[in-house]
């Protein structure tokens, strides 16, 4: 059964950290460009993170830069997302996703598979 499954989501509060997973099967992750997005509540989908299927590159939303890492291990076919320093408005439901290229990760359209989330919640 291919699916996309994310872990690792919980209450944190504001400057702590958080690491969520993303667990394929049925394919093979390094076959696809895979990507974070996350939706804040009454907010629109937001294209967070991608790392290309070599993991020769990888791209953030300008709001996570130096705060989030993405990153993959082959072996346990997983992906992550690294969290620190989180803000308040880090709240959302966080989701992965697997596509071809990074090339317009954000726009949200052209994915193989999508997760059915986790949240995160950054409040004091």
């Known amino acids: 059964q291919v699916q996309l499954v994310e872990s690792g989501g919980g209450l944190v509060q504001p400057g702590g950290s958080l690491r969520l997973s993303c667990a394929a099967s049925?394919?093979?992750?390094?076959?696809?460009?895979t990507a974070w997005f996350r939706q804040a509540p009454g907010k629109e989908r937001e294209g967070v993170s991608c790392i290309t299927s070599s993991e020769r590159t990888t791209y953030y939303v300008d709001s996570v830069k130096g705060r989030f890492t993405i990153s993959r291990d082959n072996a346990k076919n997983t992906l992550y997302l690294q969290m620190n320093s989180l803000k308040p408005e880090d709240t959302a439901v966080y989701y992965c996703?697997?596509?071809?290229?990074?090339?317009?990760?954000?726009?949200?359209?052209?994915?193989?598979?999508w997760g059915k989330g986790t949240l995160v919640t950054v409040s004091s």
């Open positions: 049925g394919f093979t992750l390094t076959d696809y460009a």
């Open positions: 996703a697997a596509r071809g290229t990074c090339t317009g990760y954000s726009l949200g359209y052209g994915y193989h598979y």
